[in-house]
């Protein structure tokens, strides 16, 4: 069976229980399967999939964003927004990480490094799969990029919140902002129990923000450069 849905953006989204129609038309279109009879197991080619018909409008613009490239929306506060990284941002990532200082960011991959590819890679295997990543920071009043933020999995496999504020940004409460709206995304989108940070030895204002967040210091490990600090879910 196959159906078209717009989305209330006004985006094409095709449905599909049958492989070879999801295989055809994603070429051209957002697609989503349909696991409405179908036995377990069944595999559809897209990276979206409903159980029924009666699929929901927000999970509908997830599919059409995601083919399109369009950022999503992660959290908003009084003073920021955290999106997501498109497949354009190559520029602008490698621009805060400079101002952000080499240091400052726990990224070790750098995926923006590799072109528009390695970034729609990362979107899929961070985003898609695990609803997490990294992250960046707008500053409401100006529109302006002022820094990096988010949870990947590090630590012994646990997600791990990282952080950058741009230096000509700091010291103005944005890195504690941005942390908490991530440490309750955590919580609320991610069911998350804990969550962990590194901060380097030399990292005096990250450990102070740290215990600020409610962070402690992981009782079993100090590590080489730094030491992990962790938080559980109340």
Do not use: H
Not at 65 to 73: C, E, F, K, Q, T
Not at 78 to 97: F, G, I, M
């Amino acid at each position: 069976m196959l159906r078209f849905r717009l989305t209330a953006s006004g985006d094409l989204v095709v449905l599909s229980d049958e492989e070879t129609v999801l295989a055809e038309m994603r070429r051209r279109f957002p697609v989503m399967g349909i696991l409405d009879g179908l036995e377990n197991g069944t595999w559809l080619p897209c990276e979206y999939c409903a159980q029924g018909w009666d699929v929901e409008e927000e999970y509908l613009q997830i599919a059409a964003d995601r083919y399109l490239g369009r950022p999503r929306l992660v959290s908003e506060t009084a003073r920021l927004r955290l999106r997501e990284v498109s497949p354009w941002d190559q520029s602008l990532c490698q621009r805060l990480c400079r101002e952000m200082g080499e240091a400052a960011f726990r990224e070790k991959e750098q995926f923006w490094d590799q072109g528009e590819a390695g970034i729609r890679e990362y979107i899929r295997s961070a985003y898609v799969l695990r609803e997490a990543g990294v992250w960046l920071i707008e500053e409401k009043e100006t529109g302006l990029c002022i820094g990096m933020a988010g949870l990947e999995p590090s630590f012994q496999g646990e997600m791990e919140l990282s952080y950058g504020i741009a230096e000509a940004k700091r010291r103005q409460g944005f890195a504690e902002e941005a942390c908490r709206a991530i440490i309750d995304y955590g919580w609320k989108k991610l069911n998350l129990q804990k969550i962990f940070c590194f901060v380097r030895a030399d990292n005096l204002p990250s450990q102070r923000l740290a215990l600020k967040l409610g962070f402690q210091p992981a009782s079993d490990a100090a590590c080489a450069g730094g030491r992990p600090y962790i938080k559980r879910r109340n």
